[in-house]
């Protein structure tokens, strides 16, 4: 199954300035989850404008259909960031209800996780 990684290209740079020359955080890290992304067959990027998340920066949401959802931010917009998300999001489209155990979580997720939503039915 596919799980869908929606990143907000409308967050702020940092908590502090919204952009970094022309561009949002929210689109410079989307960048880098895209192309993180690229090929892997079992996770797909979309973007998004506004999650509404604004007092964090950097937001995006991992989910499937049937699964459970987490809403992720507070990130930086790097590569090293889009790495863990898109690590983070394949071990969500392997596990069967979306619950990836904690001592698999990549260390760039840690720390970053904001919500937890069931599964629609």
Not at 106 to 114: A, E, L, M, T
Request: charged share 25%.
């Amino acid at each position: 199954m596919t799980t869908t990684i929606f990143v907000c290209d409308t967050c702020k740079y940092s908590a502090e300035e919204k952009y970094l020359g022309e561009k949002t955080g929210g689109e410079m890290l989307a960048e880098h989850v895209e192309a993180v992304a690229e090929g892997k067959e079992t996770v797909r990027v979309k973007r998004v404008s506004c999650t509404m998340g604004c007092e964090r920066h950097c937001n995006a949401s991992v989910t499937a259909p049937g699964k459970l959802t987490y809403v992720i931010g507070k990130f930086e917009p790097t590569r090293d960031s889009a790495e863990a998300i898109v690590e983070y999001a394949q071990l969500h489209a392997a596990a069967e209800t979306g619950q990836v155990p904690f001592k698999q979580w990549p260390q760039g997720v840690k720390g970053h996780f904001v919500a937890r939503i069931p599964a629609a039915e």
